[in-house]
């Protein structure tokens, strides 16, 4: 798996955009990128992933650079319930999916 | 509602007693996984599942076993041989083992070893 790199923690304001930066210098050209969220004591949530092209869903964007190597997850606007650690992971196959330790985003009301 | 289960959401053992936790889905998908999360940090791959009477071995498989003898049901076992069984567990499924498949997780089951 390529490895990503993402900051410790982030905070933002309730109703401000948020972006999550992730960098996954190592990737290779068919490795997705995936986004996923966890909430304290539950499972991991499926936030949205992409290959090449920027991709939007109804609960974020993701951004990707043209030479693969960062991403940014956007979050239009911030409510207190998206507080939670954000994993960036890319990787060959859903089996392979590697997460590390997440942006733990917390959102000021 | 579909969706995956996972049960009991908190287990006690003593220690150097094996204990079972049961993953349930009915979401009809072929490919199922337990990671391993401890405190602080990011999963870890214990086992993995790409169709019935198949599974393989993820990054920390020494000291678990599992089965899968149906497509709704991938049970892990953690056996005395763990040394720090003590962990939250995650159960996941996705429609098959490929690289653009989200996978669903469940609630997860908080081991406690004594």
Known sequence: DAKTTQPNSMESNEEEPVHLPCNHSTISGTDYIHWYRQLPSQGPEYVIHGLTSNVNNRMASLAIAEDRKSSTLILHRA???????????????SYQLTFGKGTKLSVIP | DGGITQSPKYLFRKEGQNVTLSCEQNLNHDAM??????????????YYSQIVNDFQKGDIAEGYSVSREKKESFPLTVTSAQKNPTAFYLCASSMWASSYNEQFFGPGTRLTVL
Do not use: E, K
């Open chain 1, 79 to 93: 409510t207190l319930r998206d507080a939670a650690v954000y994993y960036c992971i890319s990787g060959a196959g």
């Open chain 2, 33 to 46: 996984y337990w990671y391993r999360q401890d405190p602080g940090q990011g999963l870890r791959l214990i």
